[in-house]
Every structure is written in structure tokens, then in C-alpha cells.
């Protein structure tokens, strides 16, 4: 099916504004990279993702899933088919004595969340404050930071099948594990969640939520668009360290370069294309391994054709 037909046949489904043929890439991803996305849909509601499971499955469509294009790195080539971008948004708590139990749409920004839940004197969510994702994007890689994860709050995981049945996971069925979910090994698309938090005094939250922020502005390269931390934590090794010691803060190739600031993250200092990207990641895995011998893995998903 050409990418005319998709375009026609969806502005017959959805309103024609949440459909793009020929998108940019870049203008939909934290690190400002990546070719164009034959079609790119924006999603608001559950039915509208079953619309588009529909004619996906019927013409053999490539999909890709997108959240908030924040751990990502797309191709120069681009994403043949359609990139699904989820923006369900949800917001519904449920307050018992002991806990609260919020409803959260799988396209809520973790940001916007964090704040939501401080002024209904809610902890316990801090450590996502920062994290620029969604909730879909942050459940499926068990997002964390400063000590808590994605994992610590989840009670259910509402998703759905590649046939557009809703089903829905327990905490436990959804596998968690360091910056991994069943969800990276299947097809399902994540539409909403339930999490329990504990009350707490809301000035000792909003305390926390500053001091991660501040940490933030004073150790990560925020200044430069980036896909956030670039490599995943060793098993026994700071992989940031690592890098560091092996000399290659500053290394770059094109506009792409391991941060100055912090040498966990690869930043784009200008108009880095993705092949720099990779080209600056592959010299710092090929010269960590043969200065330490240790292998370093890629934390950001790579998108489209590489």
C-alpha cells in the first residue's frame, strides 16, 4: 500500500490534523535527528489506535511505536510506514486511606504527571519528575532515576494486542527488569496504567522534585538536545566513568559528540545527522573495550533503517 493511499484512507478515520505524510523525524524526537516518517499519526484515544491496528494488519503496514521521542535515535533514512505516536491522556485518582490509586493515560508526560500528583500531596513519584517521556515510553523501558523506577509503583498495565484486543498485565507479568519490560520483547502497545503511591507532606515532595531538578541542571548536558543517557549502567562498572577515564569526553564526529559535561550522554552540539552519531558511539564501545575490556551497551532504541 503507497503511503498516498494510507494518508487517504486515514483522513476518512481520524481528524485530518493528527495525520502527517512525509514528516521530519526530527522535529518529533529530544535529539533533534532522523530523516522522514512515511506517515506519522498521532493517537488520542484507544479506538483510534484500533483504527490503525486495523489497516495495519490488513495491508501488512510497518508500524513504529513513538511516546515522547525522548530515547530514541531515528535514522537519516527514516521509518518506512507509519510511526504511531501514543497521546492518550488520563488522569483519574482513586484515594483510599492508606494509598492513592491513579489512572494514567499511556501518553501523559512523566513531568506533567510529577506535578499533578504534588498537589494532591502524593509521593513517592518524584524521581520521574525529569524524565522527559511519557508514561507508555517510561513503563516500557522501566524508567528510573535516583533510586526509583517505573516498577516501584506499578500495580497494572493496561495494552494491547496486535489484533486490537485490550488485555491487561499485573506488575509481575510485566517482567521488570534494569531499563526492560515484557514490552520490549512484544508487540503491545501500552494504553494505560494504574500506580499506587503513598501519601506525603507536600513540601518535602516538592523539596525532592527541586533537588533532582537542580542535579539535573548541574551534571547533564541539558542545554544540547540529546536521547537522554546513552549507554546502560554495567553490571559491575559506571559505564559514564569508564568513558571518561578512557580520555573521550569532548570526541565527536560531525555535530555529534560525547558531552563535555557528562560522558554518558552522546549530545547533537548543532545539526548531527544520526550516521554521526553512530560513527561516535561505535569509537567509544570499540576503545572503552580495548582499554578495559568491558562492553558497554547502547541504552537509547535505535529507529528506522540503519
Request: charged share 25%; aromatic share 8%; proline share 3%.
Amino acid at each position: 500500500m503507497e503511503k498516498n493511499q494510507i494518508y487517504e484512507f486515514l483522513i476518512r478515520e481520524l481528524p485530518e490534523e493528527q495525520i502527517k505524510i512525509d514528516e521530519p523525524m526530527k522535529k518529533h524526537t529530544n535529539f533533534k535527528i532522523g530523516g522522514n516518517a512515511d506517515i506519522y499519526v498521532t493517537a488520542k484515544t484507544i479506538e483510534q489506535v484500533q483504527v490503525i491496528l486495523k489497516l495495519v494488519k490488513q495491508y501488512q503496514i510497518p508500524l513504529v511505536i513513538l511516546g515522547n521521542g525522548s530515547n530514541v535515535l531515528v535514522s537519516d533514512q527514516g521509518i518506512r510506514g507509519i510511526v504511531l505516536s501514543i497521546a492518550i491522556q488520563q488522569f483519574e485518582i482513586e484515594k483510599n486511606r492508606e494509598e492513592a490509586i491513579i489512572t494514567v493515560g499511556a501518553g501523559e508526560p512523566l513531568g506533567k504527571l510529577a506535578y499533578s500528583l504534588l498537589k494532591e500531596e502524593i509521593a513517592g513519584f518524584e524521581f520521574a519528575g525529569g524524565i522527559p517521556g511519557t508514561m507508555g515510553g517510561a513503563i516500557r523501558m522501566n524508567a528510573g532515576a535516583y533510586g526509583g523506577e517505573m516498577k516501584d509503583c506499578i500495580q497494572t498495565v493496561t495494552y494491547m494486542t496486535e489484533d486490537g484486543e485490550i488485555k491487561e498485565f499485573s506488575n509481575q507479568e510485566c517482567e521488570f527488569s534494569y531499563r526492560h519490560s515484557i514490552f520490549c520483547d512484544k508487540n503491545f502497545i501500552i494504553v494505560k496504567a494504574k500506580i499506587v503511591l503513598p501519601y506525603g507532606e507536600k513540601q518535602e515532595i516538592q523539596g525532592k522534585m527541586e533537588e533532582y531538578a537542580q542535579s539535573r541542571k548541574e551534571k547533564q548536558p541539558l542545554m544540547f538536545p540529546s536521547a537522554g543517557s546513552t549507554f546502560k549502567r554495567g553490571e559491575d562498572f559506571i559505564t559514564a566513568k569508564l568513558i571518561d577515564e578512557c580520555n573521550l569526553k569532548g570526541y565527536s564526529v560531525g555535530d555529534a559528540q560525547v558531552s563535555t559535561m557528562h560522558a554518558g550522554f552522546v549530545v547533537n552540539t548543532g545539526n548531527a545527522t544520526a550516521k554521526d552519531v553512530i560513527e561516535v558511539v561505535n569509537h567509544v564501545k570499540q576503545t572503552v573495550f580495548e582499554k578495559t575490556g568491558k562492553q558497554i551497551e547502547l541504552e537509547i532504541e535505535l529507529l528506522g533503517e540503519f
